[in-house]
């Protein structure tokens, strides 16, 4: 029996290679202003 | 490394450098925990005791971590250090500018961070049109290859200024064409002016617009006041409404801010969503010191449990999103992102009316950090070297953090106005943001085991 379920998430070392491109959007455009929000903001190229 | 939580029931494991999320039972997040410091015998002693496991249990419990360890989804390294040095010698383009059309504002919000859109700096004034051109020239010439430009439409209160904000996104709209560029533009607004004529306009033209009310009525109208301290909640909502419904409750942010006065900010958070809106957001007050709507020390035990609370109503409800629980484990920023930042100073900077550029809108007014003009360029180059070299190893205090690559070092405005430097962090904000990731994170893997539950 599994005691360990894994989620879905995106392979940061994979993103290292190919990543970078700059296209996504700056977080402080969205709804932040005040924190940093990286996270919550989505990579253009996985769209 | 590897970050351990409980929360809502689950039992929740991040590794912190993969960014893997592990969802796991009692025995698992014990073994997890003890993994690196303990024996094998001493953890299996330890779970045939504690949860009555047999050998062949704890073996092949150890299997699984074996196996995901292999795979570089448990205890993994840092492997992106040698990126750090890389960021600070590249070359970077210039691909969000936030314009303060109006450095003024129509209302006297008390908490505001801008004073009343003056910016600190005793003086209102608007923002022609000629120096709005010369920002975008100024963006679309300094955006090299990027295609995607954004231009955020900022205040004071940007609608005191709407000629100039329609004129700058036509003439915007003009020029993208020739220089292959697709400007995306946002406005940030209290509402007050909204009329039908500019609700059609930023339907029509705008990407996101972010809406300012605090929540519940006497919440909101405590601090959120007209010039003549009268109360504004009455006259916003019904235009936030219709606002709202008008972009099919999509693209658009009702956004609020709470602070020492309404540290159950869950509740506004609901009343907002009771509403009817579907896209909220609540961030703490800042650069508030020595004010008494300050968050205070003791106010982060409640605001934590706030956190909770909106999470698990969230799970429930499912008919609203929360900014800050809007995390996309799979489609998320790639590590460059999380490393550097959100790129004040080097991406994204702001335009004051007079065509002075700062690193963000929150440096505003700070003439140590004017970096130039959209007229004149970057002058200030040493000051832009070093946001450049500003990202997570930058910050010591975020060596052993798990968050780091959620908030790739938090706030520079936030740590500098609470440390006096870029490098610093802002403690108060990563407790909260912490918090408010491991909720996010925490609503994923509900959602994982319900799914699976359901199928």
Known sequence: MSRIKTINTRNLEQSALKGGCGECQTSCQSASKTSCSIANQVCENLK | ?455
């Open chain 2, 1 to 455: 490394m590897i970050h351990r939580y409980k929360n809502n029931g689950y039992n929740i494991i991040i590794d912190i450098n993969s960014g893997s999320v592990h969802s796991v039972d009692e025995a698992a997040y014990d073994a997890i925990g003890m993994y690196e410091e303990y024996s094998q015998y001493e953890i299996s002693e330890h779970l045939k005791n504690t949860y009555g496991l047999t050998e062949e249990d704890c073996q092949e419990l150890f299997s699984e971590i074996e196996e995901l360890k292999a795979q570089g989804r448990l205890f993994s390294e840092d492997i992106y250090k040698g990126i750090a040095p890389r960021l600070k010698k590249r070359h970077t383009v210039i691909k969000a500018l936030c314009l303060l059309v109006a450095q003024d504002c129509n209302m006297a919000c008390k908490y505001c961070f801008a004073s009343e859109g003056e910016y600190h700096q005793g003086q209102r004034q608007l923002m022609s049109l000629e120096t709005g051109k010369k920002a975008i020239d100024f963006l679309i010439e300094n955006s090299g290859t990027r295609k995607n430009l954004e231009v955020d439409f900022f205040g004071g209160e940007p609608l005191l200024n709407f000629d100039v904000v329609r004129a700058l996104v036509e003439y915007a709209e003009e020029k993208e064409k020739n220089h292959n560029k697709n400007f995306r533009f946002t406005i940030t607004t209290n509402g007050i002016l909204l009329n039908d004529e500019i609700m059609d306009f930023i339907n029509g033209h705008m990407y996101n617009v972010v809406l300012s009310i605090d929540g519940r009525k006497e919440i909101n109208d405590r601090l959120r006041v007209t010039r003549s301290g009268k109360g504004t909640y009455d006259t916003i909502l019904p235009k936030f409404k219709k606002m709202a419904d008008s972009r099919g409750q999509k693209n658009y942010y009702i956004r609020g801010t709470y602070t020492h006065y309404n540290t159950d900010f869950c509740e506004d958070i609901l009343h907002l969503a009771d509403l009817g809106f579907r896209q909220l957001s609540m961030e703490p007050v800042v650069g508030a010191e020595g004010e008494p709507y300050a968050l205070k020390e003791e106010d982060l035990p409640v605001l934590k449990e706030q956190y909770d609370k909106l999470a698990v109503e969230m799970l429930r409800r499912k008919d609203f999103e929360f900014y800050h629980y809007t995390i996309d484990l799979e489609g998320g920023p790639c590590i460059y992102k999380r490393i550097s930042g959100c790129g004040v100073g080097t991406e994204y900077m702001a335009v004051t009316p007079s065509g002075d550029l700062y690193p963000c809108h929150q440096f505003v007014g700070d003439e140590a950090y004017k970096l130039g003009s959209v007229y004149e360029g970057i002058k200030n180059t040493e000051k832009s070297e070093e946001f450049k070299d500003c990202n997570i190893y930058s910050h010591r205090e975020c060596d052993n953090c798990f968050a780091r690559l959620y908030c790739s070092g938090g706030c520079a405005a936030n740590a500098y106005h609470s440390t006096g430097s870029i490098k610093g962090v802002y403690e108060y904000g990563c407790e909260l943001h912490r918090k408010r990731i491991e909720c996010a994170i925490m609503m994923k893997v509900a959602e994982s085991e319900n799914a699976d539950k359901s199928s």
